[in-house]
């Protein structure tokens, strides 16, 4: 696991961030929405041990399901319809750390901007600007949401081979649903600019 001021871009805690338009009293009603708990975030704190060692095998398992579907694939393509290769791998480290904070980092004001800063890199604002990639310019918003799905089940795999009780799995699986489900609440914006490639 890298540590994580030696991940190009991963710019989580510094002054680059944007501060989150989002207030922490609506943080609060937002994890109320969800059903997150401080429960929920000592079972990921348990679930750590477990996932975050696999993290780069997750983040594997999610690009692999991204390189099955031509649409999803298009966020990592050049111009020439190759992929930019360099840009995959810059991406893919933050990517493994996000698992880390997902179940790590507490929910204060540097947390909360930095889910600003990772919806924004989905977006025309910031897309391919951390890593000068040469790629689509945003993420369908559509695919963010409904890739939640896969970022979700696919965990119980991963947590499963732990061989921890029943028990303990499902919570663990029920707090990393809450947690992701968060994180993605807070990167959605609507986009009304046209949408070609
Ligand atoms: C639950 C769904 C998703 C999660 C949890 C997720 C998570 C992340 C994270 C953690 C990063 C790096 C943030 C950083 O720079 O620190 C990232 C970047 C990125 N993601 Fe996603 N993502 C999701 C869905 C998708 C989908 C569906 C696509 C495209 C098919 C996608 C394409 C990208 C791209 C291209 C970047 C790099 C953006 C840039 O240029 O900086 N993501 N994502």
């Not at 179940?103 to 919806?119: A, P, T, V």
């Not at 799995?169 to 807070?186: C, K, P």
Request: net charge negative.
């Amino acid at each position: 696991m890298d540590s994580n001021n030696t991940i190009p871009g991963y710019s989580y805690g510094t002054t680059d961030v944007p501060h989150s338009p989002v207030s922490m009293d609506e943080l609060k009603n937002l994890e109320a929405a969800v059903g997150f708990t401080e429960e929920d975030a000592s079972w990921l704190r348990a679930a750590a041990g477990i996932l975050v060692p696999q993290a780069e095998a997750m983040v594997d398992c999610w690009r692999q399901s991204i390189a099955r579907q031509p649409d999803l694939l298009r966020s990592f393509l050049d111009a020439m319809g190759k992929p930019d290769e360099n840009y995959k791998a810059a991406v893919k480290r933050r990517f493994v750390q996000w698992v880390s904070d997902v179940c790590l980092r507490s929910h204060d004001q540097e947390w909360l901007d930095y889910q600003e800063e990772i919806g924004l890199r989905h977006t025309p604002a910031k897309k391919n600007r951390t890593d000068g990639g040469h790629t689509s310019f945003f993420v369908p918003q559509r695919y963010l949401v409904g890739f939640t799905a896969v970022v979700i089940t696919s965990a119980r795999a991963f947590l499963t081979a732990s061989k921890k009780p029943q028990g303990d799995i499902e919570r663990m699986q029920d707090a990393w649903t809450r947690a992701v489900i968060l994180n993605i609440s807070l990167w959605c914006r609507p986009y009304s600019g046209p949408i070609t490639w």
